[in-house]
């Protein structure tokens, strides 16, 4: 069984960086996709960064350029560097991993998809709060 737990969120002034990482255990990184999901106080959860098996990465446009995604499959964990904060980058951020993928999925679209369908492993979340 696939578990998640995310930590590194805080509060942090606009123009400001934070790291989050999500500790995964029960599964190869090497397997699944991966991906971070944000959701904003009053709004569905969304997708906004995610790496596919073969480690090519794929973001939300309104993240592209300011935030990566990367993982480390020797520590089992998940990373989201996040720069250039805004005050809109405000939410509680999610790690997600949906097991069973393939070396050719877009992993972003599968998080998506899957998410809708509550086919997804989610960890407990951590707040990001950016003030202006």
């Known amino acids: 069984q696939v578990q998640l737990a995310e930590s590194g969120g805080g509060s942090v002034q606009a123009g400001g960086s934070l790291t989050l990482s999500c500790a995964v255990s029960?599964?190869?990184?090497?397997?699944?996709?991966l991906g971070w999901f944000r959701q904003i106080r009053g709004e569905e959860r969304d997708d906004i960064a995610a790496?596919?098996?073969?480690?090519?990465?794929r973001y939300t446009d309104s993240v592209k350029g300011r935030f990566t995604i990367s993982k480390d499959s020797t520590k089992s964990t998940l990373f989201l560097q996040m720069n250039s904060l805004k005050p809109e980058d405000t939410a509680m951020y999610y790690c997600?991993?949906?097991?069973?993928?393939?070396?050719?999925?877009?992993?972003?679209?599968?998080?998506?998809?899957?998410?809708?369908?509550?086919?997804?492993?989610w960890g407990k979340g951590t707040l990001v709060t950016v003030s202006s």
């Open positions: 790496v596919d098996l073969d480690g090519t990465t």
């Open positions: 029960g599964v190869d990184l090497r397997n699944i996709c």
């Open positions: 997600a991993a949906s097991a069973g993928s393939s070396a050719t999925d877009d992993c972003y679209t599968v998080l998506m998809v899957k998410s809708r369908l509550d086919a997804v492993s």
